[in-house]
């Protein structure tokens, strides 16, 4: 009993350091898809791993381009060219989310918690177009996910905490991104989003 209170305080203190540093855009509606960008929006509600906080990051060009911290009931909205991306959520482990986005779409992506050694580590599944995979828009779970997540954007304290965990961030890229290439080819279009995918 004393081992799990230990265990519970100690996700707490490693998750909590990176939550509330965000903050609540002013602007609650997604905005409209430039023609010559793709949206991606990055979302997550699970009660599971709730302590915890899941930073995000572009890491197209390899060097990790801070995204924002996704904590739970909070979405993430990011514009990028049109083409092939790869993004990366990191607590414990890396994970990664790969895409091939047609520009003036909006694209969506649902971040989820699974148990790891000390505290929970994240997942990316692409939100599909049609009723296939793991996650889709028919699905009433996740237009709810879509309706009640809370539009976040970055303050002066998450970057700052991106800034003084930097080294760790590339440490678990450098990590985990072979570990994600050696994954079989039909798994890893699971956790692609197409350019179908988009709306």
Same mark, same amino acid.
């Given at each position: 009993?004393?081992?799990?209170?230990?265990?519970?305080?100690?996700?707490?203190?490693?998750?909590?350091?990176?939550?509330?540093?965000?903050?609540?855009?002013?602007?609650?509606?997604?905005?409209?898809?430039?023609?010559?960008?793709?949206?991606?929006?990055?979302?997550?509600?699970?009660?599971?791993? &709730?302590?915890?906080?899941?930073? %995000?990051?572009?890491?197209? =060009?390899?060097?990790?381009?801070?995204?924002?911290?996704? /904590? #739970? !009931?909070?979405?993430?909205?990011?514009?990028?060219?049109?083409?092939?991306?790869?993004?990366?959520?990191?607590?414990?482990?890396?994970?990664?989310?790969?895409?091939?986005?047609?520009?003036?779409?909006?694209?969506? &992506?649902?971040?989820?918690?699974? %148990?790891?050694?000390?505290? =929970?580590?994240?997942?990316?599944?692409?939100?599909?177009? /049609? #009723? !296939?995979?793991?996650?889709?828009?028919?699905?009433?779970?996740?237009?709810?996910?879509?309706?009640?997540?809370?539009?976040?954007?970055?303050?002066?304290?998450?970057?700052?905490?991106?800034?003084?965990?930097?080294?760790?961030?590339?440490?678990?890229?450098?990590?985990?991104?072979?570990?994600?290439?050696?994954?079989?080819?039909?798994?890893?279009?699971?956790?692609?989003?197409?350019?179908?995918?988009?709306?």
């Amino acid at each position: 009993m004393i081992f799990r209170g230990l265990i519970l305080t100690l996700m707490l203190l490693l998750g909590g350091c990176a939550s509330s540093s965000m903050v609540k855009a002013p602007n609650q509606q997604l905005a409209a898809v430039p023609a010559d960008k793709a949206q991606i929006v990055f979302m997550r509600s699970s009660i599971f791993g &709730a302590a915890i906080s899941a930073p %995000m990051f572009d890491v197209t =060009a390899a060097e990790p381009a801070f995204i924002g911290i996704l /904590d #739970n !009931s909070s979405k993430l909205m990011l514009e990028v060219p049109a083409g092939k991306h790869t993004f990366m959520v990191v607590s414990e482990a890396a994970d990664f989310l790969e895409a091939d986005l047609v520009a003036g779409k909006r694209y969506y &992506a649902i971040v989820t918690p699974r %148990m790891g050694a000390w505290k =929970a580590r994240f997942s990316i599944w692409p939100v599909r177009a /049609d #009723n !296939s995979g793991e996650f889709n828009k028919a699905d009433a779970k996740v237009q709810k996910i879509i309706s009640n997540t809370v539009l976040m954007q970055n303050s002066a304290k998450s970057e700052a905490w991106y800034q003084k965990n930097k080294n760790d961030v590339k440490n678990k890229q450098a990590e985990y991104w072979p570990v994600w290439q050696q994954k079989p080819t039909a798994e890893l279009l699971e956790r692609t989003l197409l350019p179908t995918d988009g709306e």
